[in-house]
């Protein structure tokens, strides 16, 4: 009996924490961010979530619990006049991810990621065999992820990639690297798998590949 009474005061309790500490357009935390669009939520509990006047989230933008949204190494650095982190509108952002960014991180309208998404413009560099990894200078690419992309669960998007519009990331996949439009991504490291081609709809890209070698007359 009293064992299922502290069970009910703990989740009521619990449920007014998950409604109170939520962010949400115009609430003070909100207003710590370059831009925190209408109609948008950060879910309790966050993550780690610091540098965020370098950190734009655009309307009706879906923020799961856990998420951390960091700018810069640490709390209270001076990153320049920039946005740093820009999150389009109708984003989500599946719960546990992290979005973490030093040079710049653009993600388009309409976003969706599951669970457990990395996503990062740094790197630690290693070029120096006698120095500790973690102690050498990390190397920076931006990362500009087109609006509609769907990235699947415990993906990790690194330094430099580019993703076009509508494109599937593979969940599990680590991605490097620039792909076009409209295509499937997956593997360790990624590659394209699948691409739309108005002409023939979706194909495998070997099967593209193979279309393309035989449609090229060799060199006589």
Not at 5 to 27: E, F, M, P
Not at 29 to 57: D, H, K, L, Q
Not at 131 to 136: A, H, W
């Amino acid at each position: 009996m009293v064992s299922a009474l502290g069970n009910r005061l703990a989740a009521g309790v619990w449920g007014w924490l998950a409604k109170a500490g939520k962010v949400h357009a115009g609430s003070p935390a909100a207003r710590r961010f370059a831009a925190f669009g209408e109609g948008s939520t950060m879910a309790f509990p966050p993550g780690t979530v610091f540098g965020e006047r370098y950190i734009s989230v655009g309307a009706h933008v879906l923020i799961g619990a856990n998420v951390t949204i960091s700018a810069g190494f640490v709390p209270g650095l001076d990153l320049g006049p920039d946005t740093l982190i820009r999150i389009g509108s109708g984003v989500v952002l599946g719960r546990g991810s992290h979005v973490v960014g030093h040079r710049s991180i653009d993600i388009g309208d309409d976003v969706y990621t599951g669970p457990n998404v990395y996503i990062t413009d740094q790197n630690h560099g290693y070029d120096d065999p006698d120095v500790p990894i973690g102690k050498q200078w990390p190397s920076e690419a931006p990362v500009r992820i087109g609006p509609g992309c769907w990235i699947g669960t415990n993906a990790v998007i690194l330094p430099g990639t580019v993703l076009g519009r509508n494109v599937v990331v593979a969940a599990g996949s680590v991605v490097r690297g620039e792909f076009p439009d409209h295509c499937v991504v997956g593997g360790v490291p990624a590659r394209m798998l699948r691409r739309y081609e108005a002409s023939t709809g979706w194909a495998r890209v070997d099967s593209l590949q193979a279309q393309t070698r035989k449609a090229t007359p060799a060199n006589g």
